[in-house]
C-alpha cells in the first residue's frame, strides 16, 4: 500500500472550478492506476475518475464527463482531479485511491479495486 494525502477542497458556487491534487508516498507509481472517488452525506461511496499514473488510460463516470479532468501534474509529482462548471450535486467528501495494476491497460472503476485510500477533502457547491 502507498499513502496518499488529498488537498484542494473548498466551499464555491455552482458554476465555479476546483482544483484536487492526490500526493502519494513511496516509489514505483509507474505500475499504478489513480482515483478518485467521492461521497456524499446518506449515500455509497461513487466512482469519478481514474487514471494509469502514466496517463495513458483513463476512465470517468458519466456524470462528470466533459467537466472534469484527471491527470498528473509531473512537477508536483501529484494526481490531479481538475473539477470545473461545478453543480450542488458535486458536493462531497472527494477520496484519492491507488492500486497497484502492473501493465494492465484497464482502469477499474470499482472502490474494492483499490486497496490505498486518502483521507479525503470536502468540496461543498452551493447554489
Known amino acids: 500500500q502507498v499513502q496518499l494525502v488529498e488537498s484542494g477542497g473548498g466551499l464555491v458556487q455552482a458554476g465555479d472550478s476546483l482544483r484536487l491534487s492526490c500526493v502519494p508516498s513511496g516509489r514505483g507509481f509507474s505500475m499504478y492506476t489513480m482515483a478518485w472517488f467521492r461521497q456524499a452525506p446518506g449515500k455509497e461511496r461513487e466512482f469519478v475518475a481514474a487514471?494509469?499514473?502514466?496517463?495513458?488510460?483513463?476512465n470517468y463516470a458519466d456524470s462528470v464527463k466533459g467537466r472534469f479532468t484527471i491527470a498528473r501534474d509531473n512537477a508536483k509529482n501529484t494526481m490531479d482531479l481538475q473539477m470545473s462548471s461545478l453543480k450542488p450535486e458535486d458536493t462531497a467528501v472527494y477520496y484519492c485511491?491507488?492500486?497497484?495494476?502492473?501493465?494492465?491497460?484497464?482502469?477499474?472503476?470499482?472502490?474494492?479495486?483499490?486497496?490505498?485510500w486518502g483521507q479525503g477533502t470536502q468540496v461543498t457547491v452551493s447554489s
Open positions: 487514471s494509469r499514473w502514466s496517463g495513458d488510460y483513463k
Open positions: 485511491a491507488a492500486r497497484r495494476s502492473g501493465f494492465s491497460t484497464i482502469v477499474r472503476s470499482t472502490a474494492r479495486d483499490y486497496d490505498s
